[in-house]
Nanobody
Framework: QVQLAESGGDLVQLGGSLRLSCAASGSIFSIPSMGWYRQAPGKQREMVAQITTGGTARYSDAVEGRFTISMDNRKRMVWLQMDNLKAEDTGVYYC??????????????WGQGTQVTVSS
């Protein structure tokens, strides 16, 4: 089993920056990738960014060029640097990881979430 714990959510002004952190504990070396998802009020949860242990990252179109995901493979820690924040970035951000190679993210490990609010 793996536990994920996020931190770093906050209230930030439009155009500001924020850095989220996520630490994995337990059987961390079973995790092949880690990522961030978010859910805005009244909307479905969506993928924000994912990164593999090999360093390959992918981003949603909504955050490409503004957010950067990074990972410490040895510790299985992942960060999300968010710059030029927009109002539509507001939501609960979840750290996630699949249970193995080729396994679906939806059935993987999830953190409790951390709130990000962008205000004008």
């Amino acid at each position: 089993q793996v536990q994920l714990a996020e931190s770093g959510g906050d209230l930030v002004q439009l155009g500001g920056s924020l850095r989220l952190s996520c630490a994995a504990s337990g059987s961390i070396f079973s995790i092949p990738s880690m990522g961030w998802y978010r859910q805005a009020p009244g909307k479905q949860r969506e993928m924000v960014a994912q990164i593999t242990t090999g360093g390959t990252a992918r981003y949603s179109d909504a955050v490409e060029g503004r957010f950067t995901i990074s990972m410490d493979n040895r510790k299985r820690m992942v960060w999300l640097q968010m710059d030029n924040l927009k109002a539509e970035d507001t939501g609960v951000y979840y750290c996630a990881a699949p249970k193995g190679y080729g396994r679906p993210w939806s059935g993987g490990y999830w953190g409790q979430g951390t709130q990000v609010t962008v205000s004008s």
